[in-house]
């Protein structure tokens, strides 16, 4: 197989005679065919190896003989497989194996301090709450009651400060009465604006309000809460919205849409 050089002396006479037959100058034909004069030079004097891998130079001596109106011969041009032009590819930056070790033990620390700083203080906060949390049973269940309870047993998470009166104390004087067929959760709170009662309520749980003790109630899921006034039932839908219903209640027991 014959060489780079070898095979474009030949074909570099064949194009630099049909130039000069078809009276272009080298810088004019450079222009026609928009490479640089080097290139075209390089190509008639068959120094083939200095214009890249053998690939790309046939491609340019092709379209350089197709301008001129010669054709070039496949054993004229350099073969596209030769391998003598491609270049080995040598590291010159050799990091050495210690140092690659303490660029990984670098990453892994710095992954650790980031994990931890943000796992610690999600995690101290959560146990925080897990210790303060438990279920509140209402104020008007008797000691006694709460010891024999069943742990299984479903008990509101309720927050009483003052008590209200449950579905065993309630008596038929009460004005308001708030019937539960559903959860919901409520906020009953005092002329004050302090809270009298806060939690969330299950179906079939009752309470009984009197005026003087509860002046504004907020109660989520209003469409699975029966209010009754004196005994008639009271339709939410003026005080809700959104499915919360807002109202105040007055000293005649009467209710009025109140401010979120």
């Not at 054993?75 to 930056?93: M, R």
Request: aromatic residues 4%; proline residues 7%.
């Amino acid at each position: 197989m014959t060489t780079m050089h070898s095979a474009g002396t030949a074909a570099g006479e064949r194009l630099k005679r049909a130039r000069e037959a078809a009276g272009y100058e080298l810088a004019e034909a450079s222009a026609r065919m928009r490479l640089p004069v080097h290139t075209l030079q390089a190509l008639e004097d068959g120094e083939w190896e200095r214009l890249g891998p053998p690939v790309f130079v046939r491609g340019q001596a092709r379209n350089y003989a197709r301008m001129l109106g010669i054709c070039l011969d496949d054993e004229a041009l350099p073969s596209p497989f030769t391998t003598t032009q491609i270049p080995s590819l040598v590291s010159h930056a050799h990091v050495p194996r210690y140092r690659h070790m303490a660029e990984n033990l670098a990453r892994r620390a710095v992954y650790v301090v980031l994990t931890v700083s943000l796992v610690v203080p999600i995690w101290l906060a959560t146990r925080g709450h897990a210790g303060d949390a438990s279920a509140v049973a209402p104020l008007d269940i008797a000691p006694s009651q709460a010891g024999s309870a069943s742990p299984e047993a479903r008990m509101p998470m309720v927050a009483s400060i003052a008590p209200i009166a449950s579905a065993s104390a309630a008596t038929v004087s009460a004005p308001v009465e708030l019937r539960f067929h559903g959860d919901s959760w409520i906020q009953l709170f005092a002329a004050d604006g302090s809270i009298v009662e806060k939690g969330l309520l299950h179906a079939g749980e009752h309470r009984a309000l009197q005026p003087d003790a509860v002046s504004r109630l907020v109660l989520g899921n209003a469409s699975a809460v029966e209010v009754s006034v004196h005994g008639q039932s009271v339709d939410l839908a003026p005080f809700s919205r959104a499915n919360v219903a807002r109202f105040t209640l007055s000293s005649d027991g009467s209710l009025a849409p109140s401010a979120p």
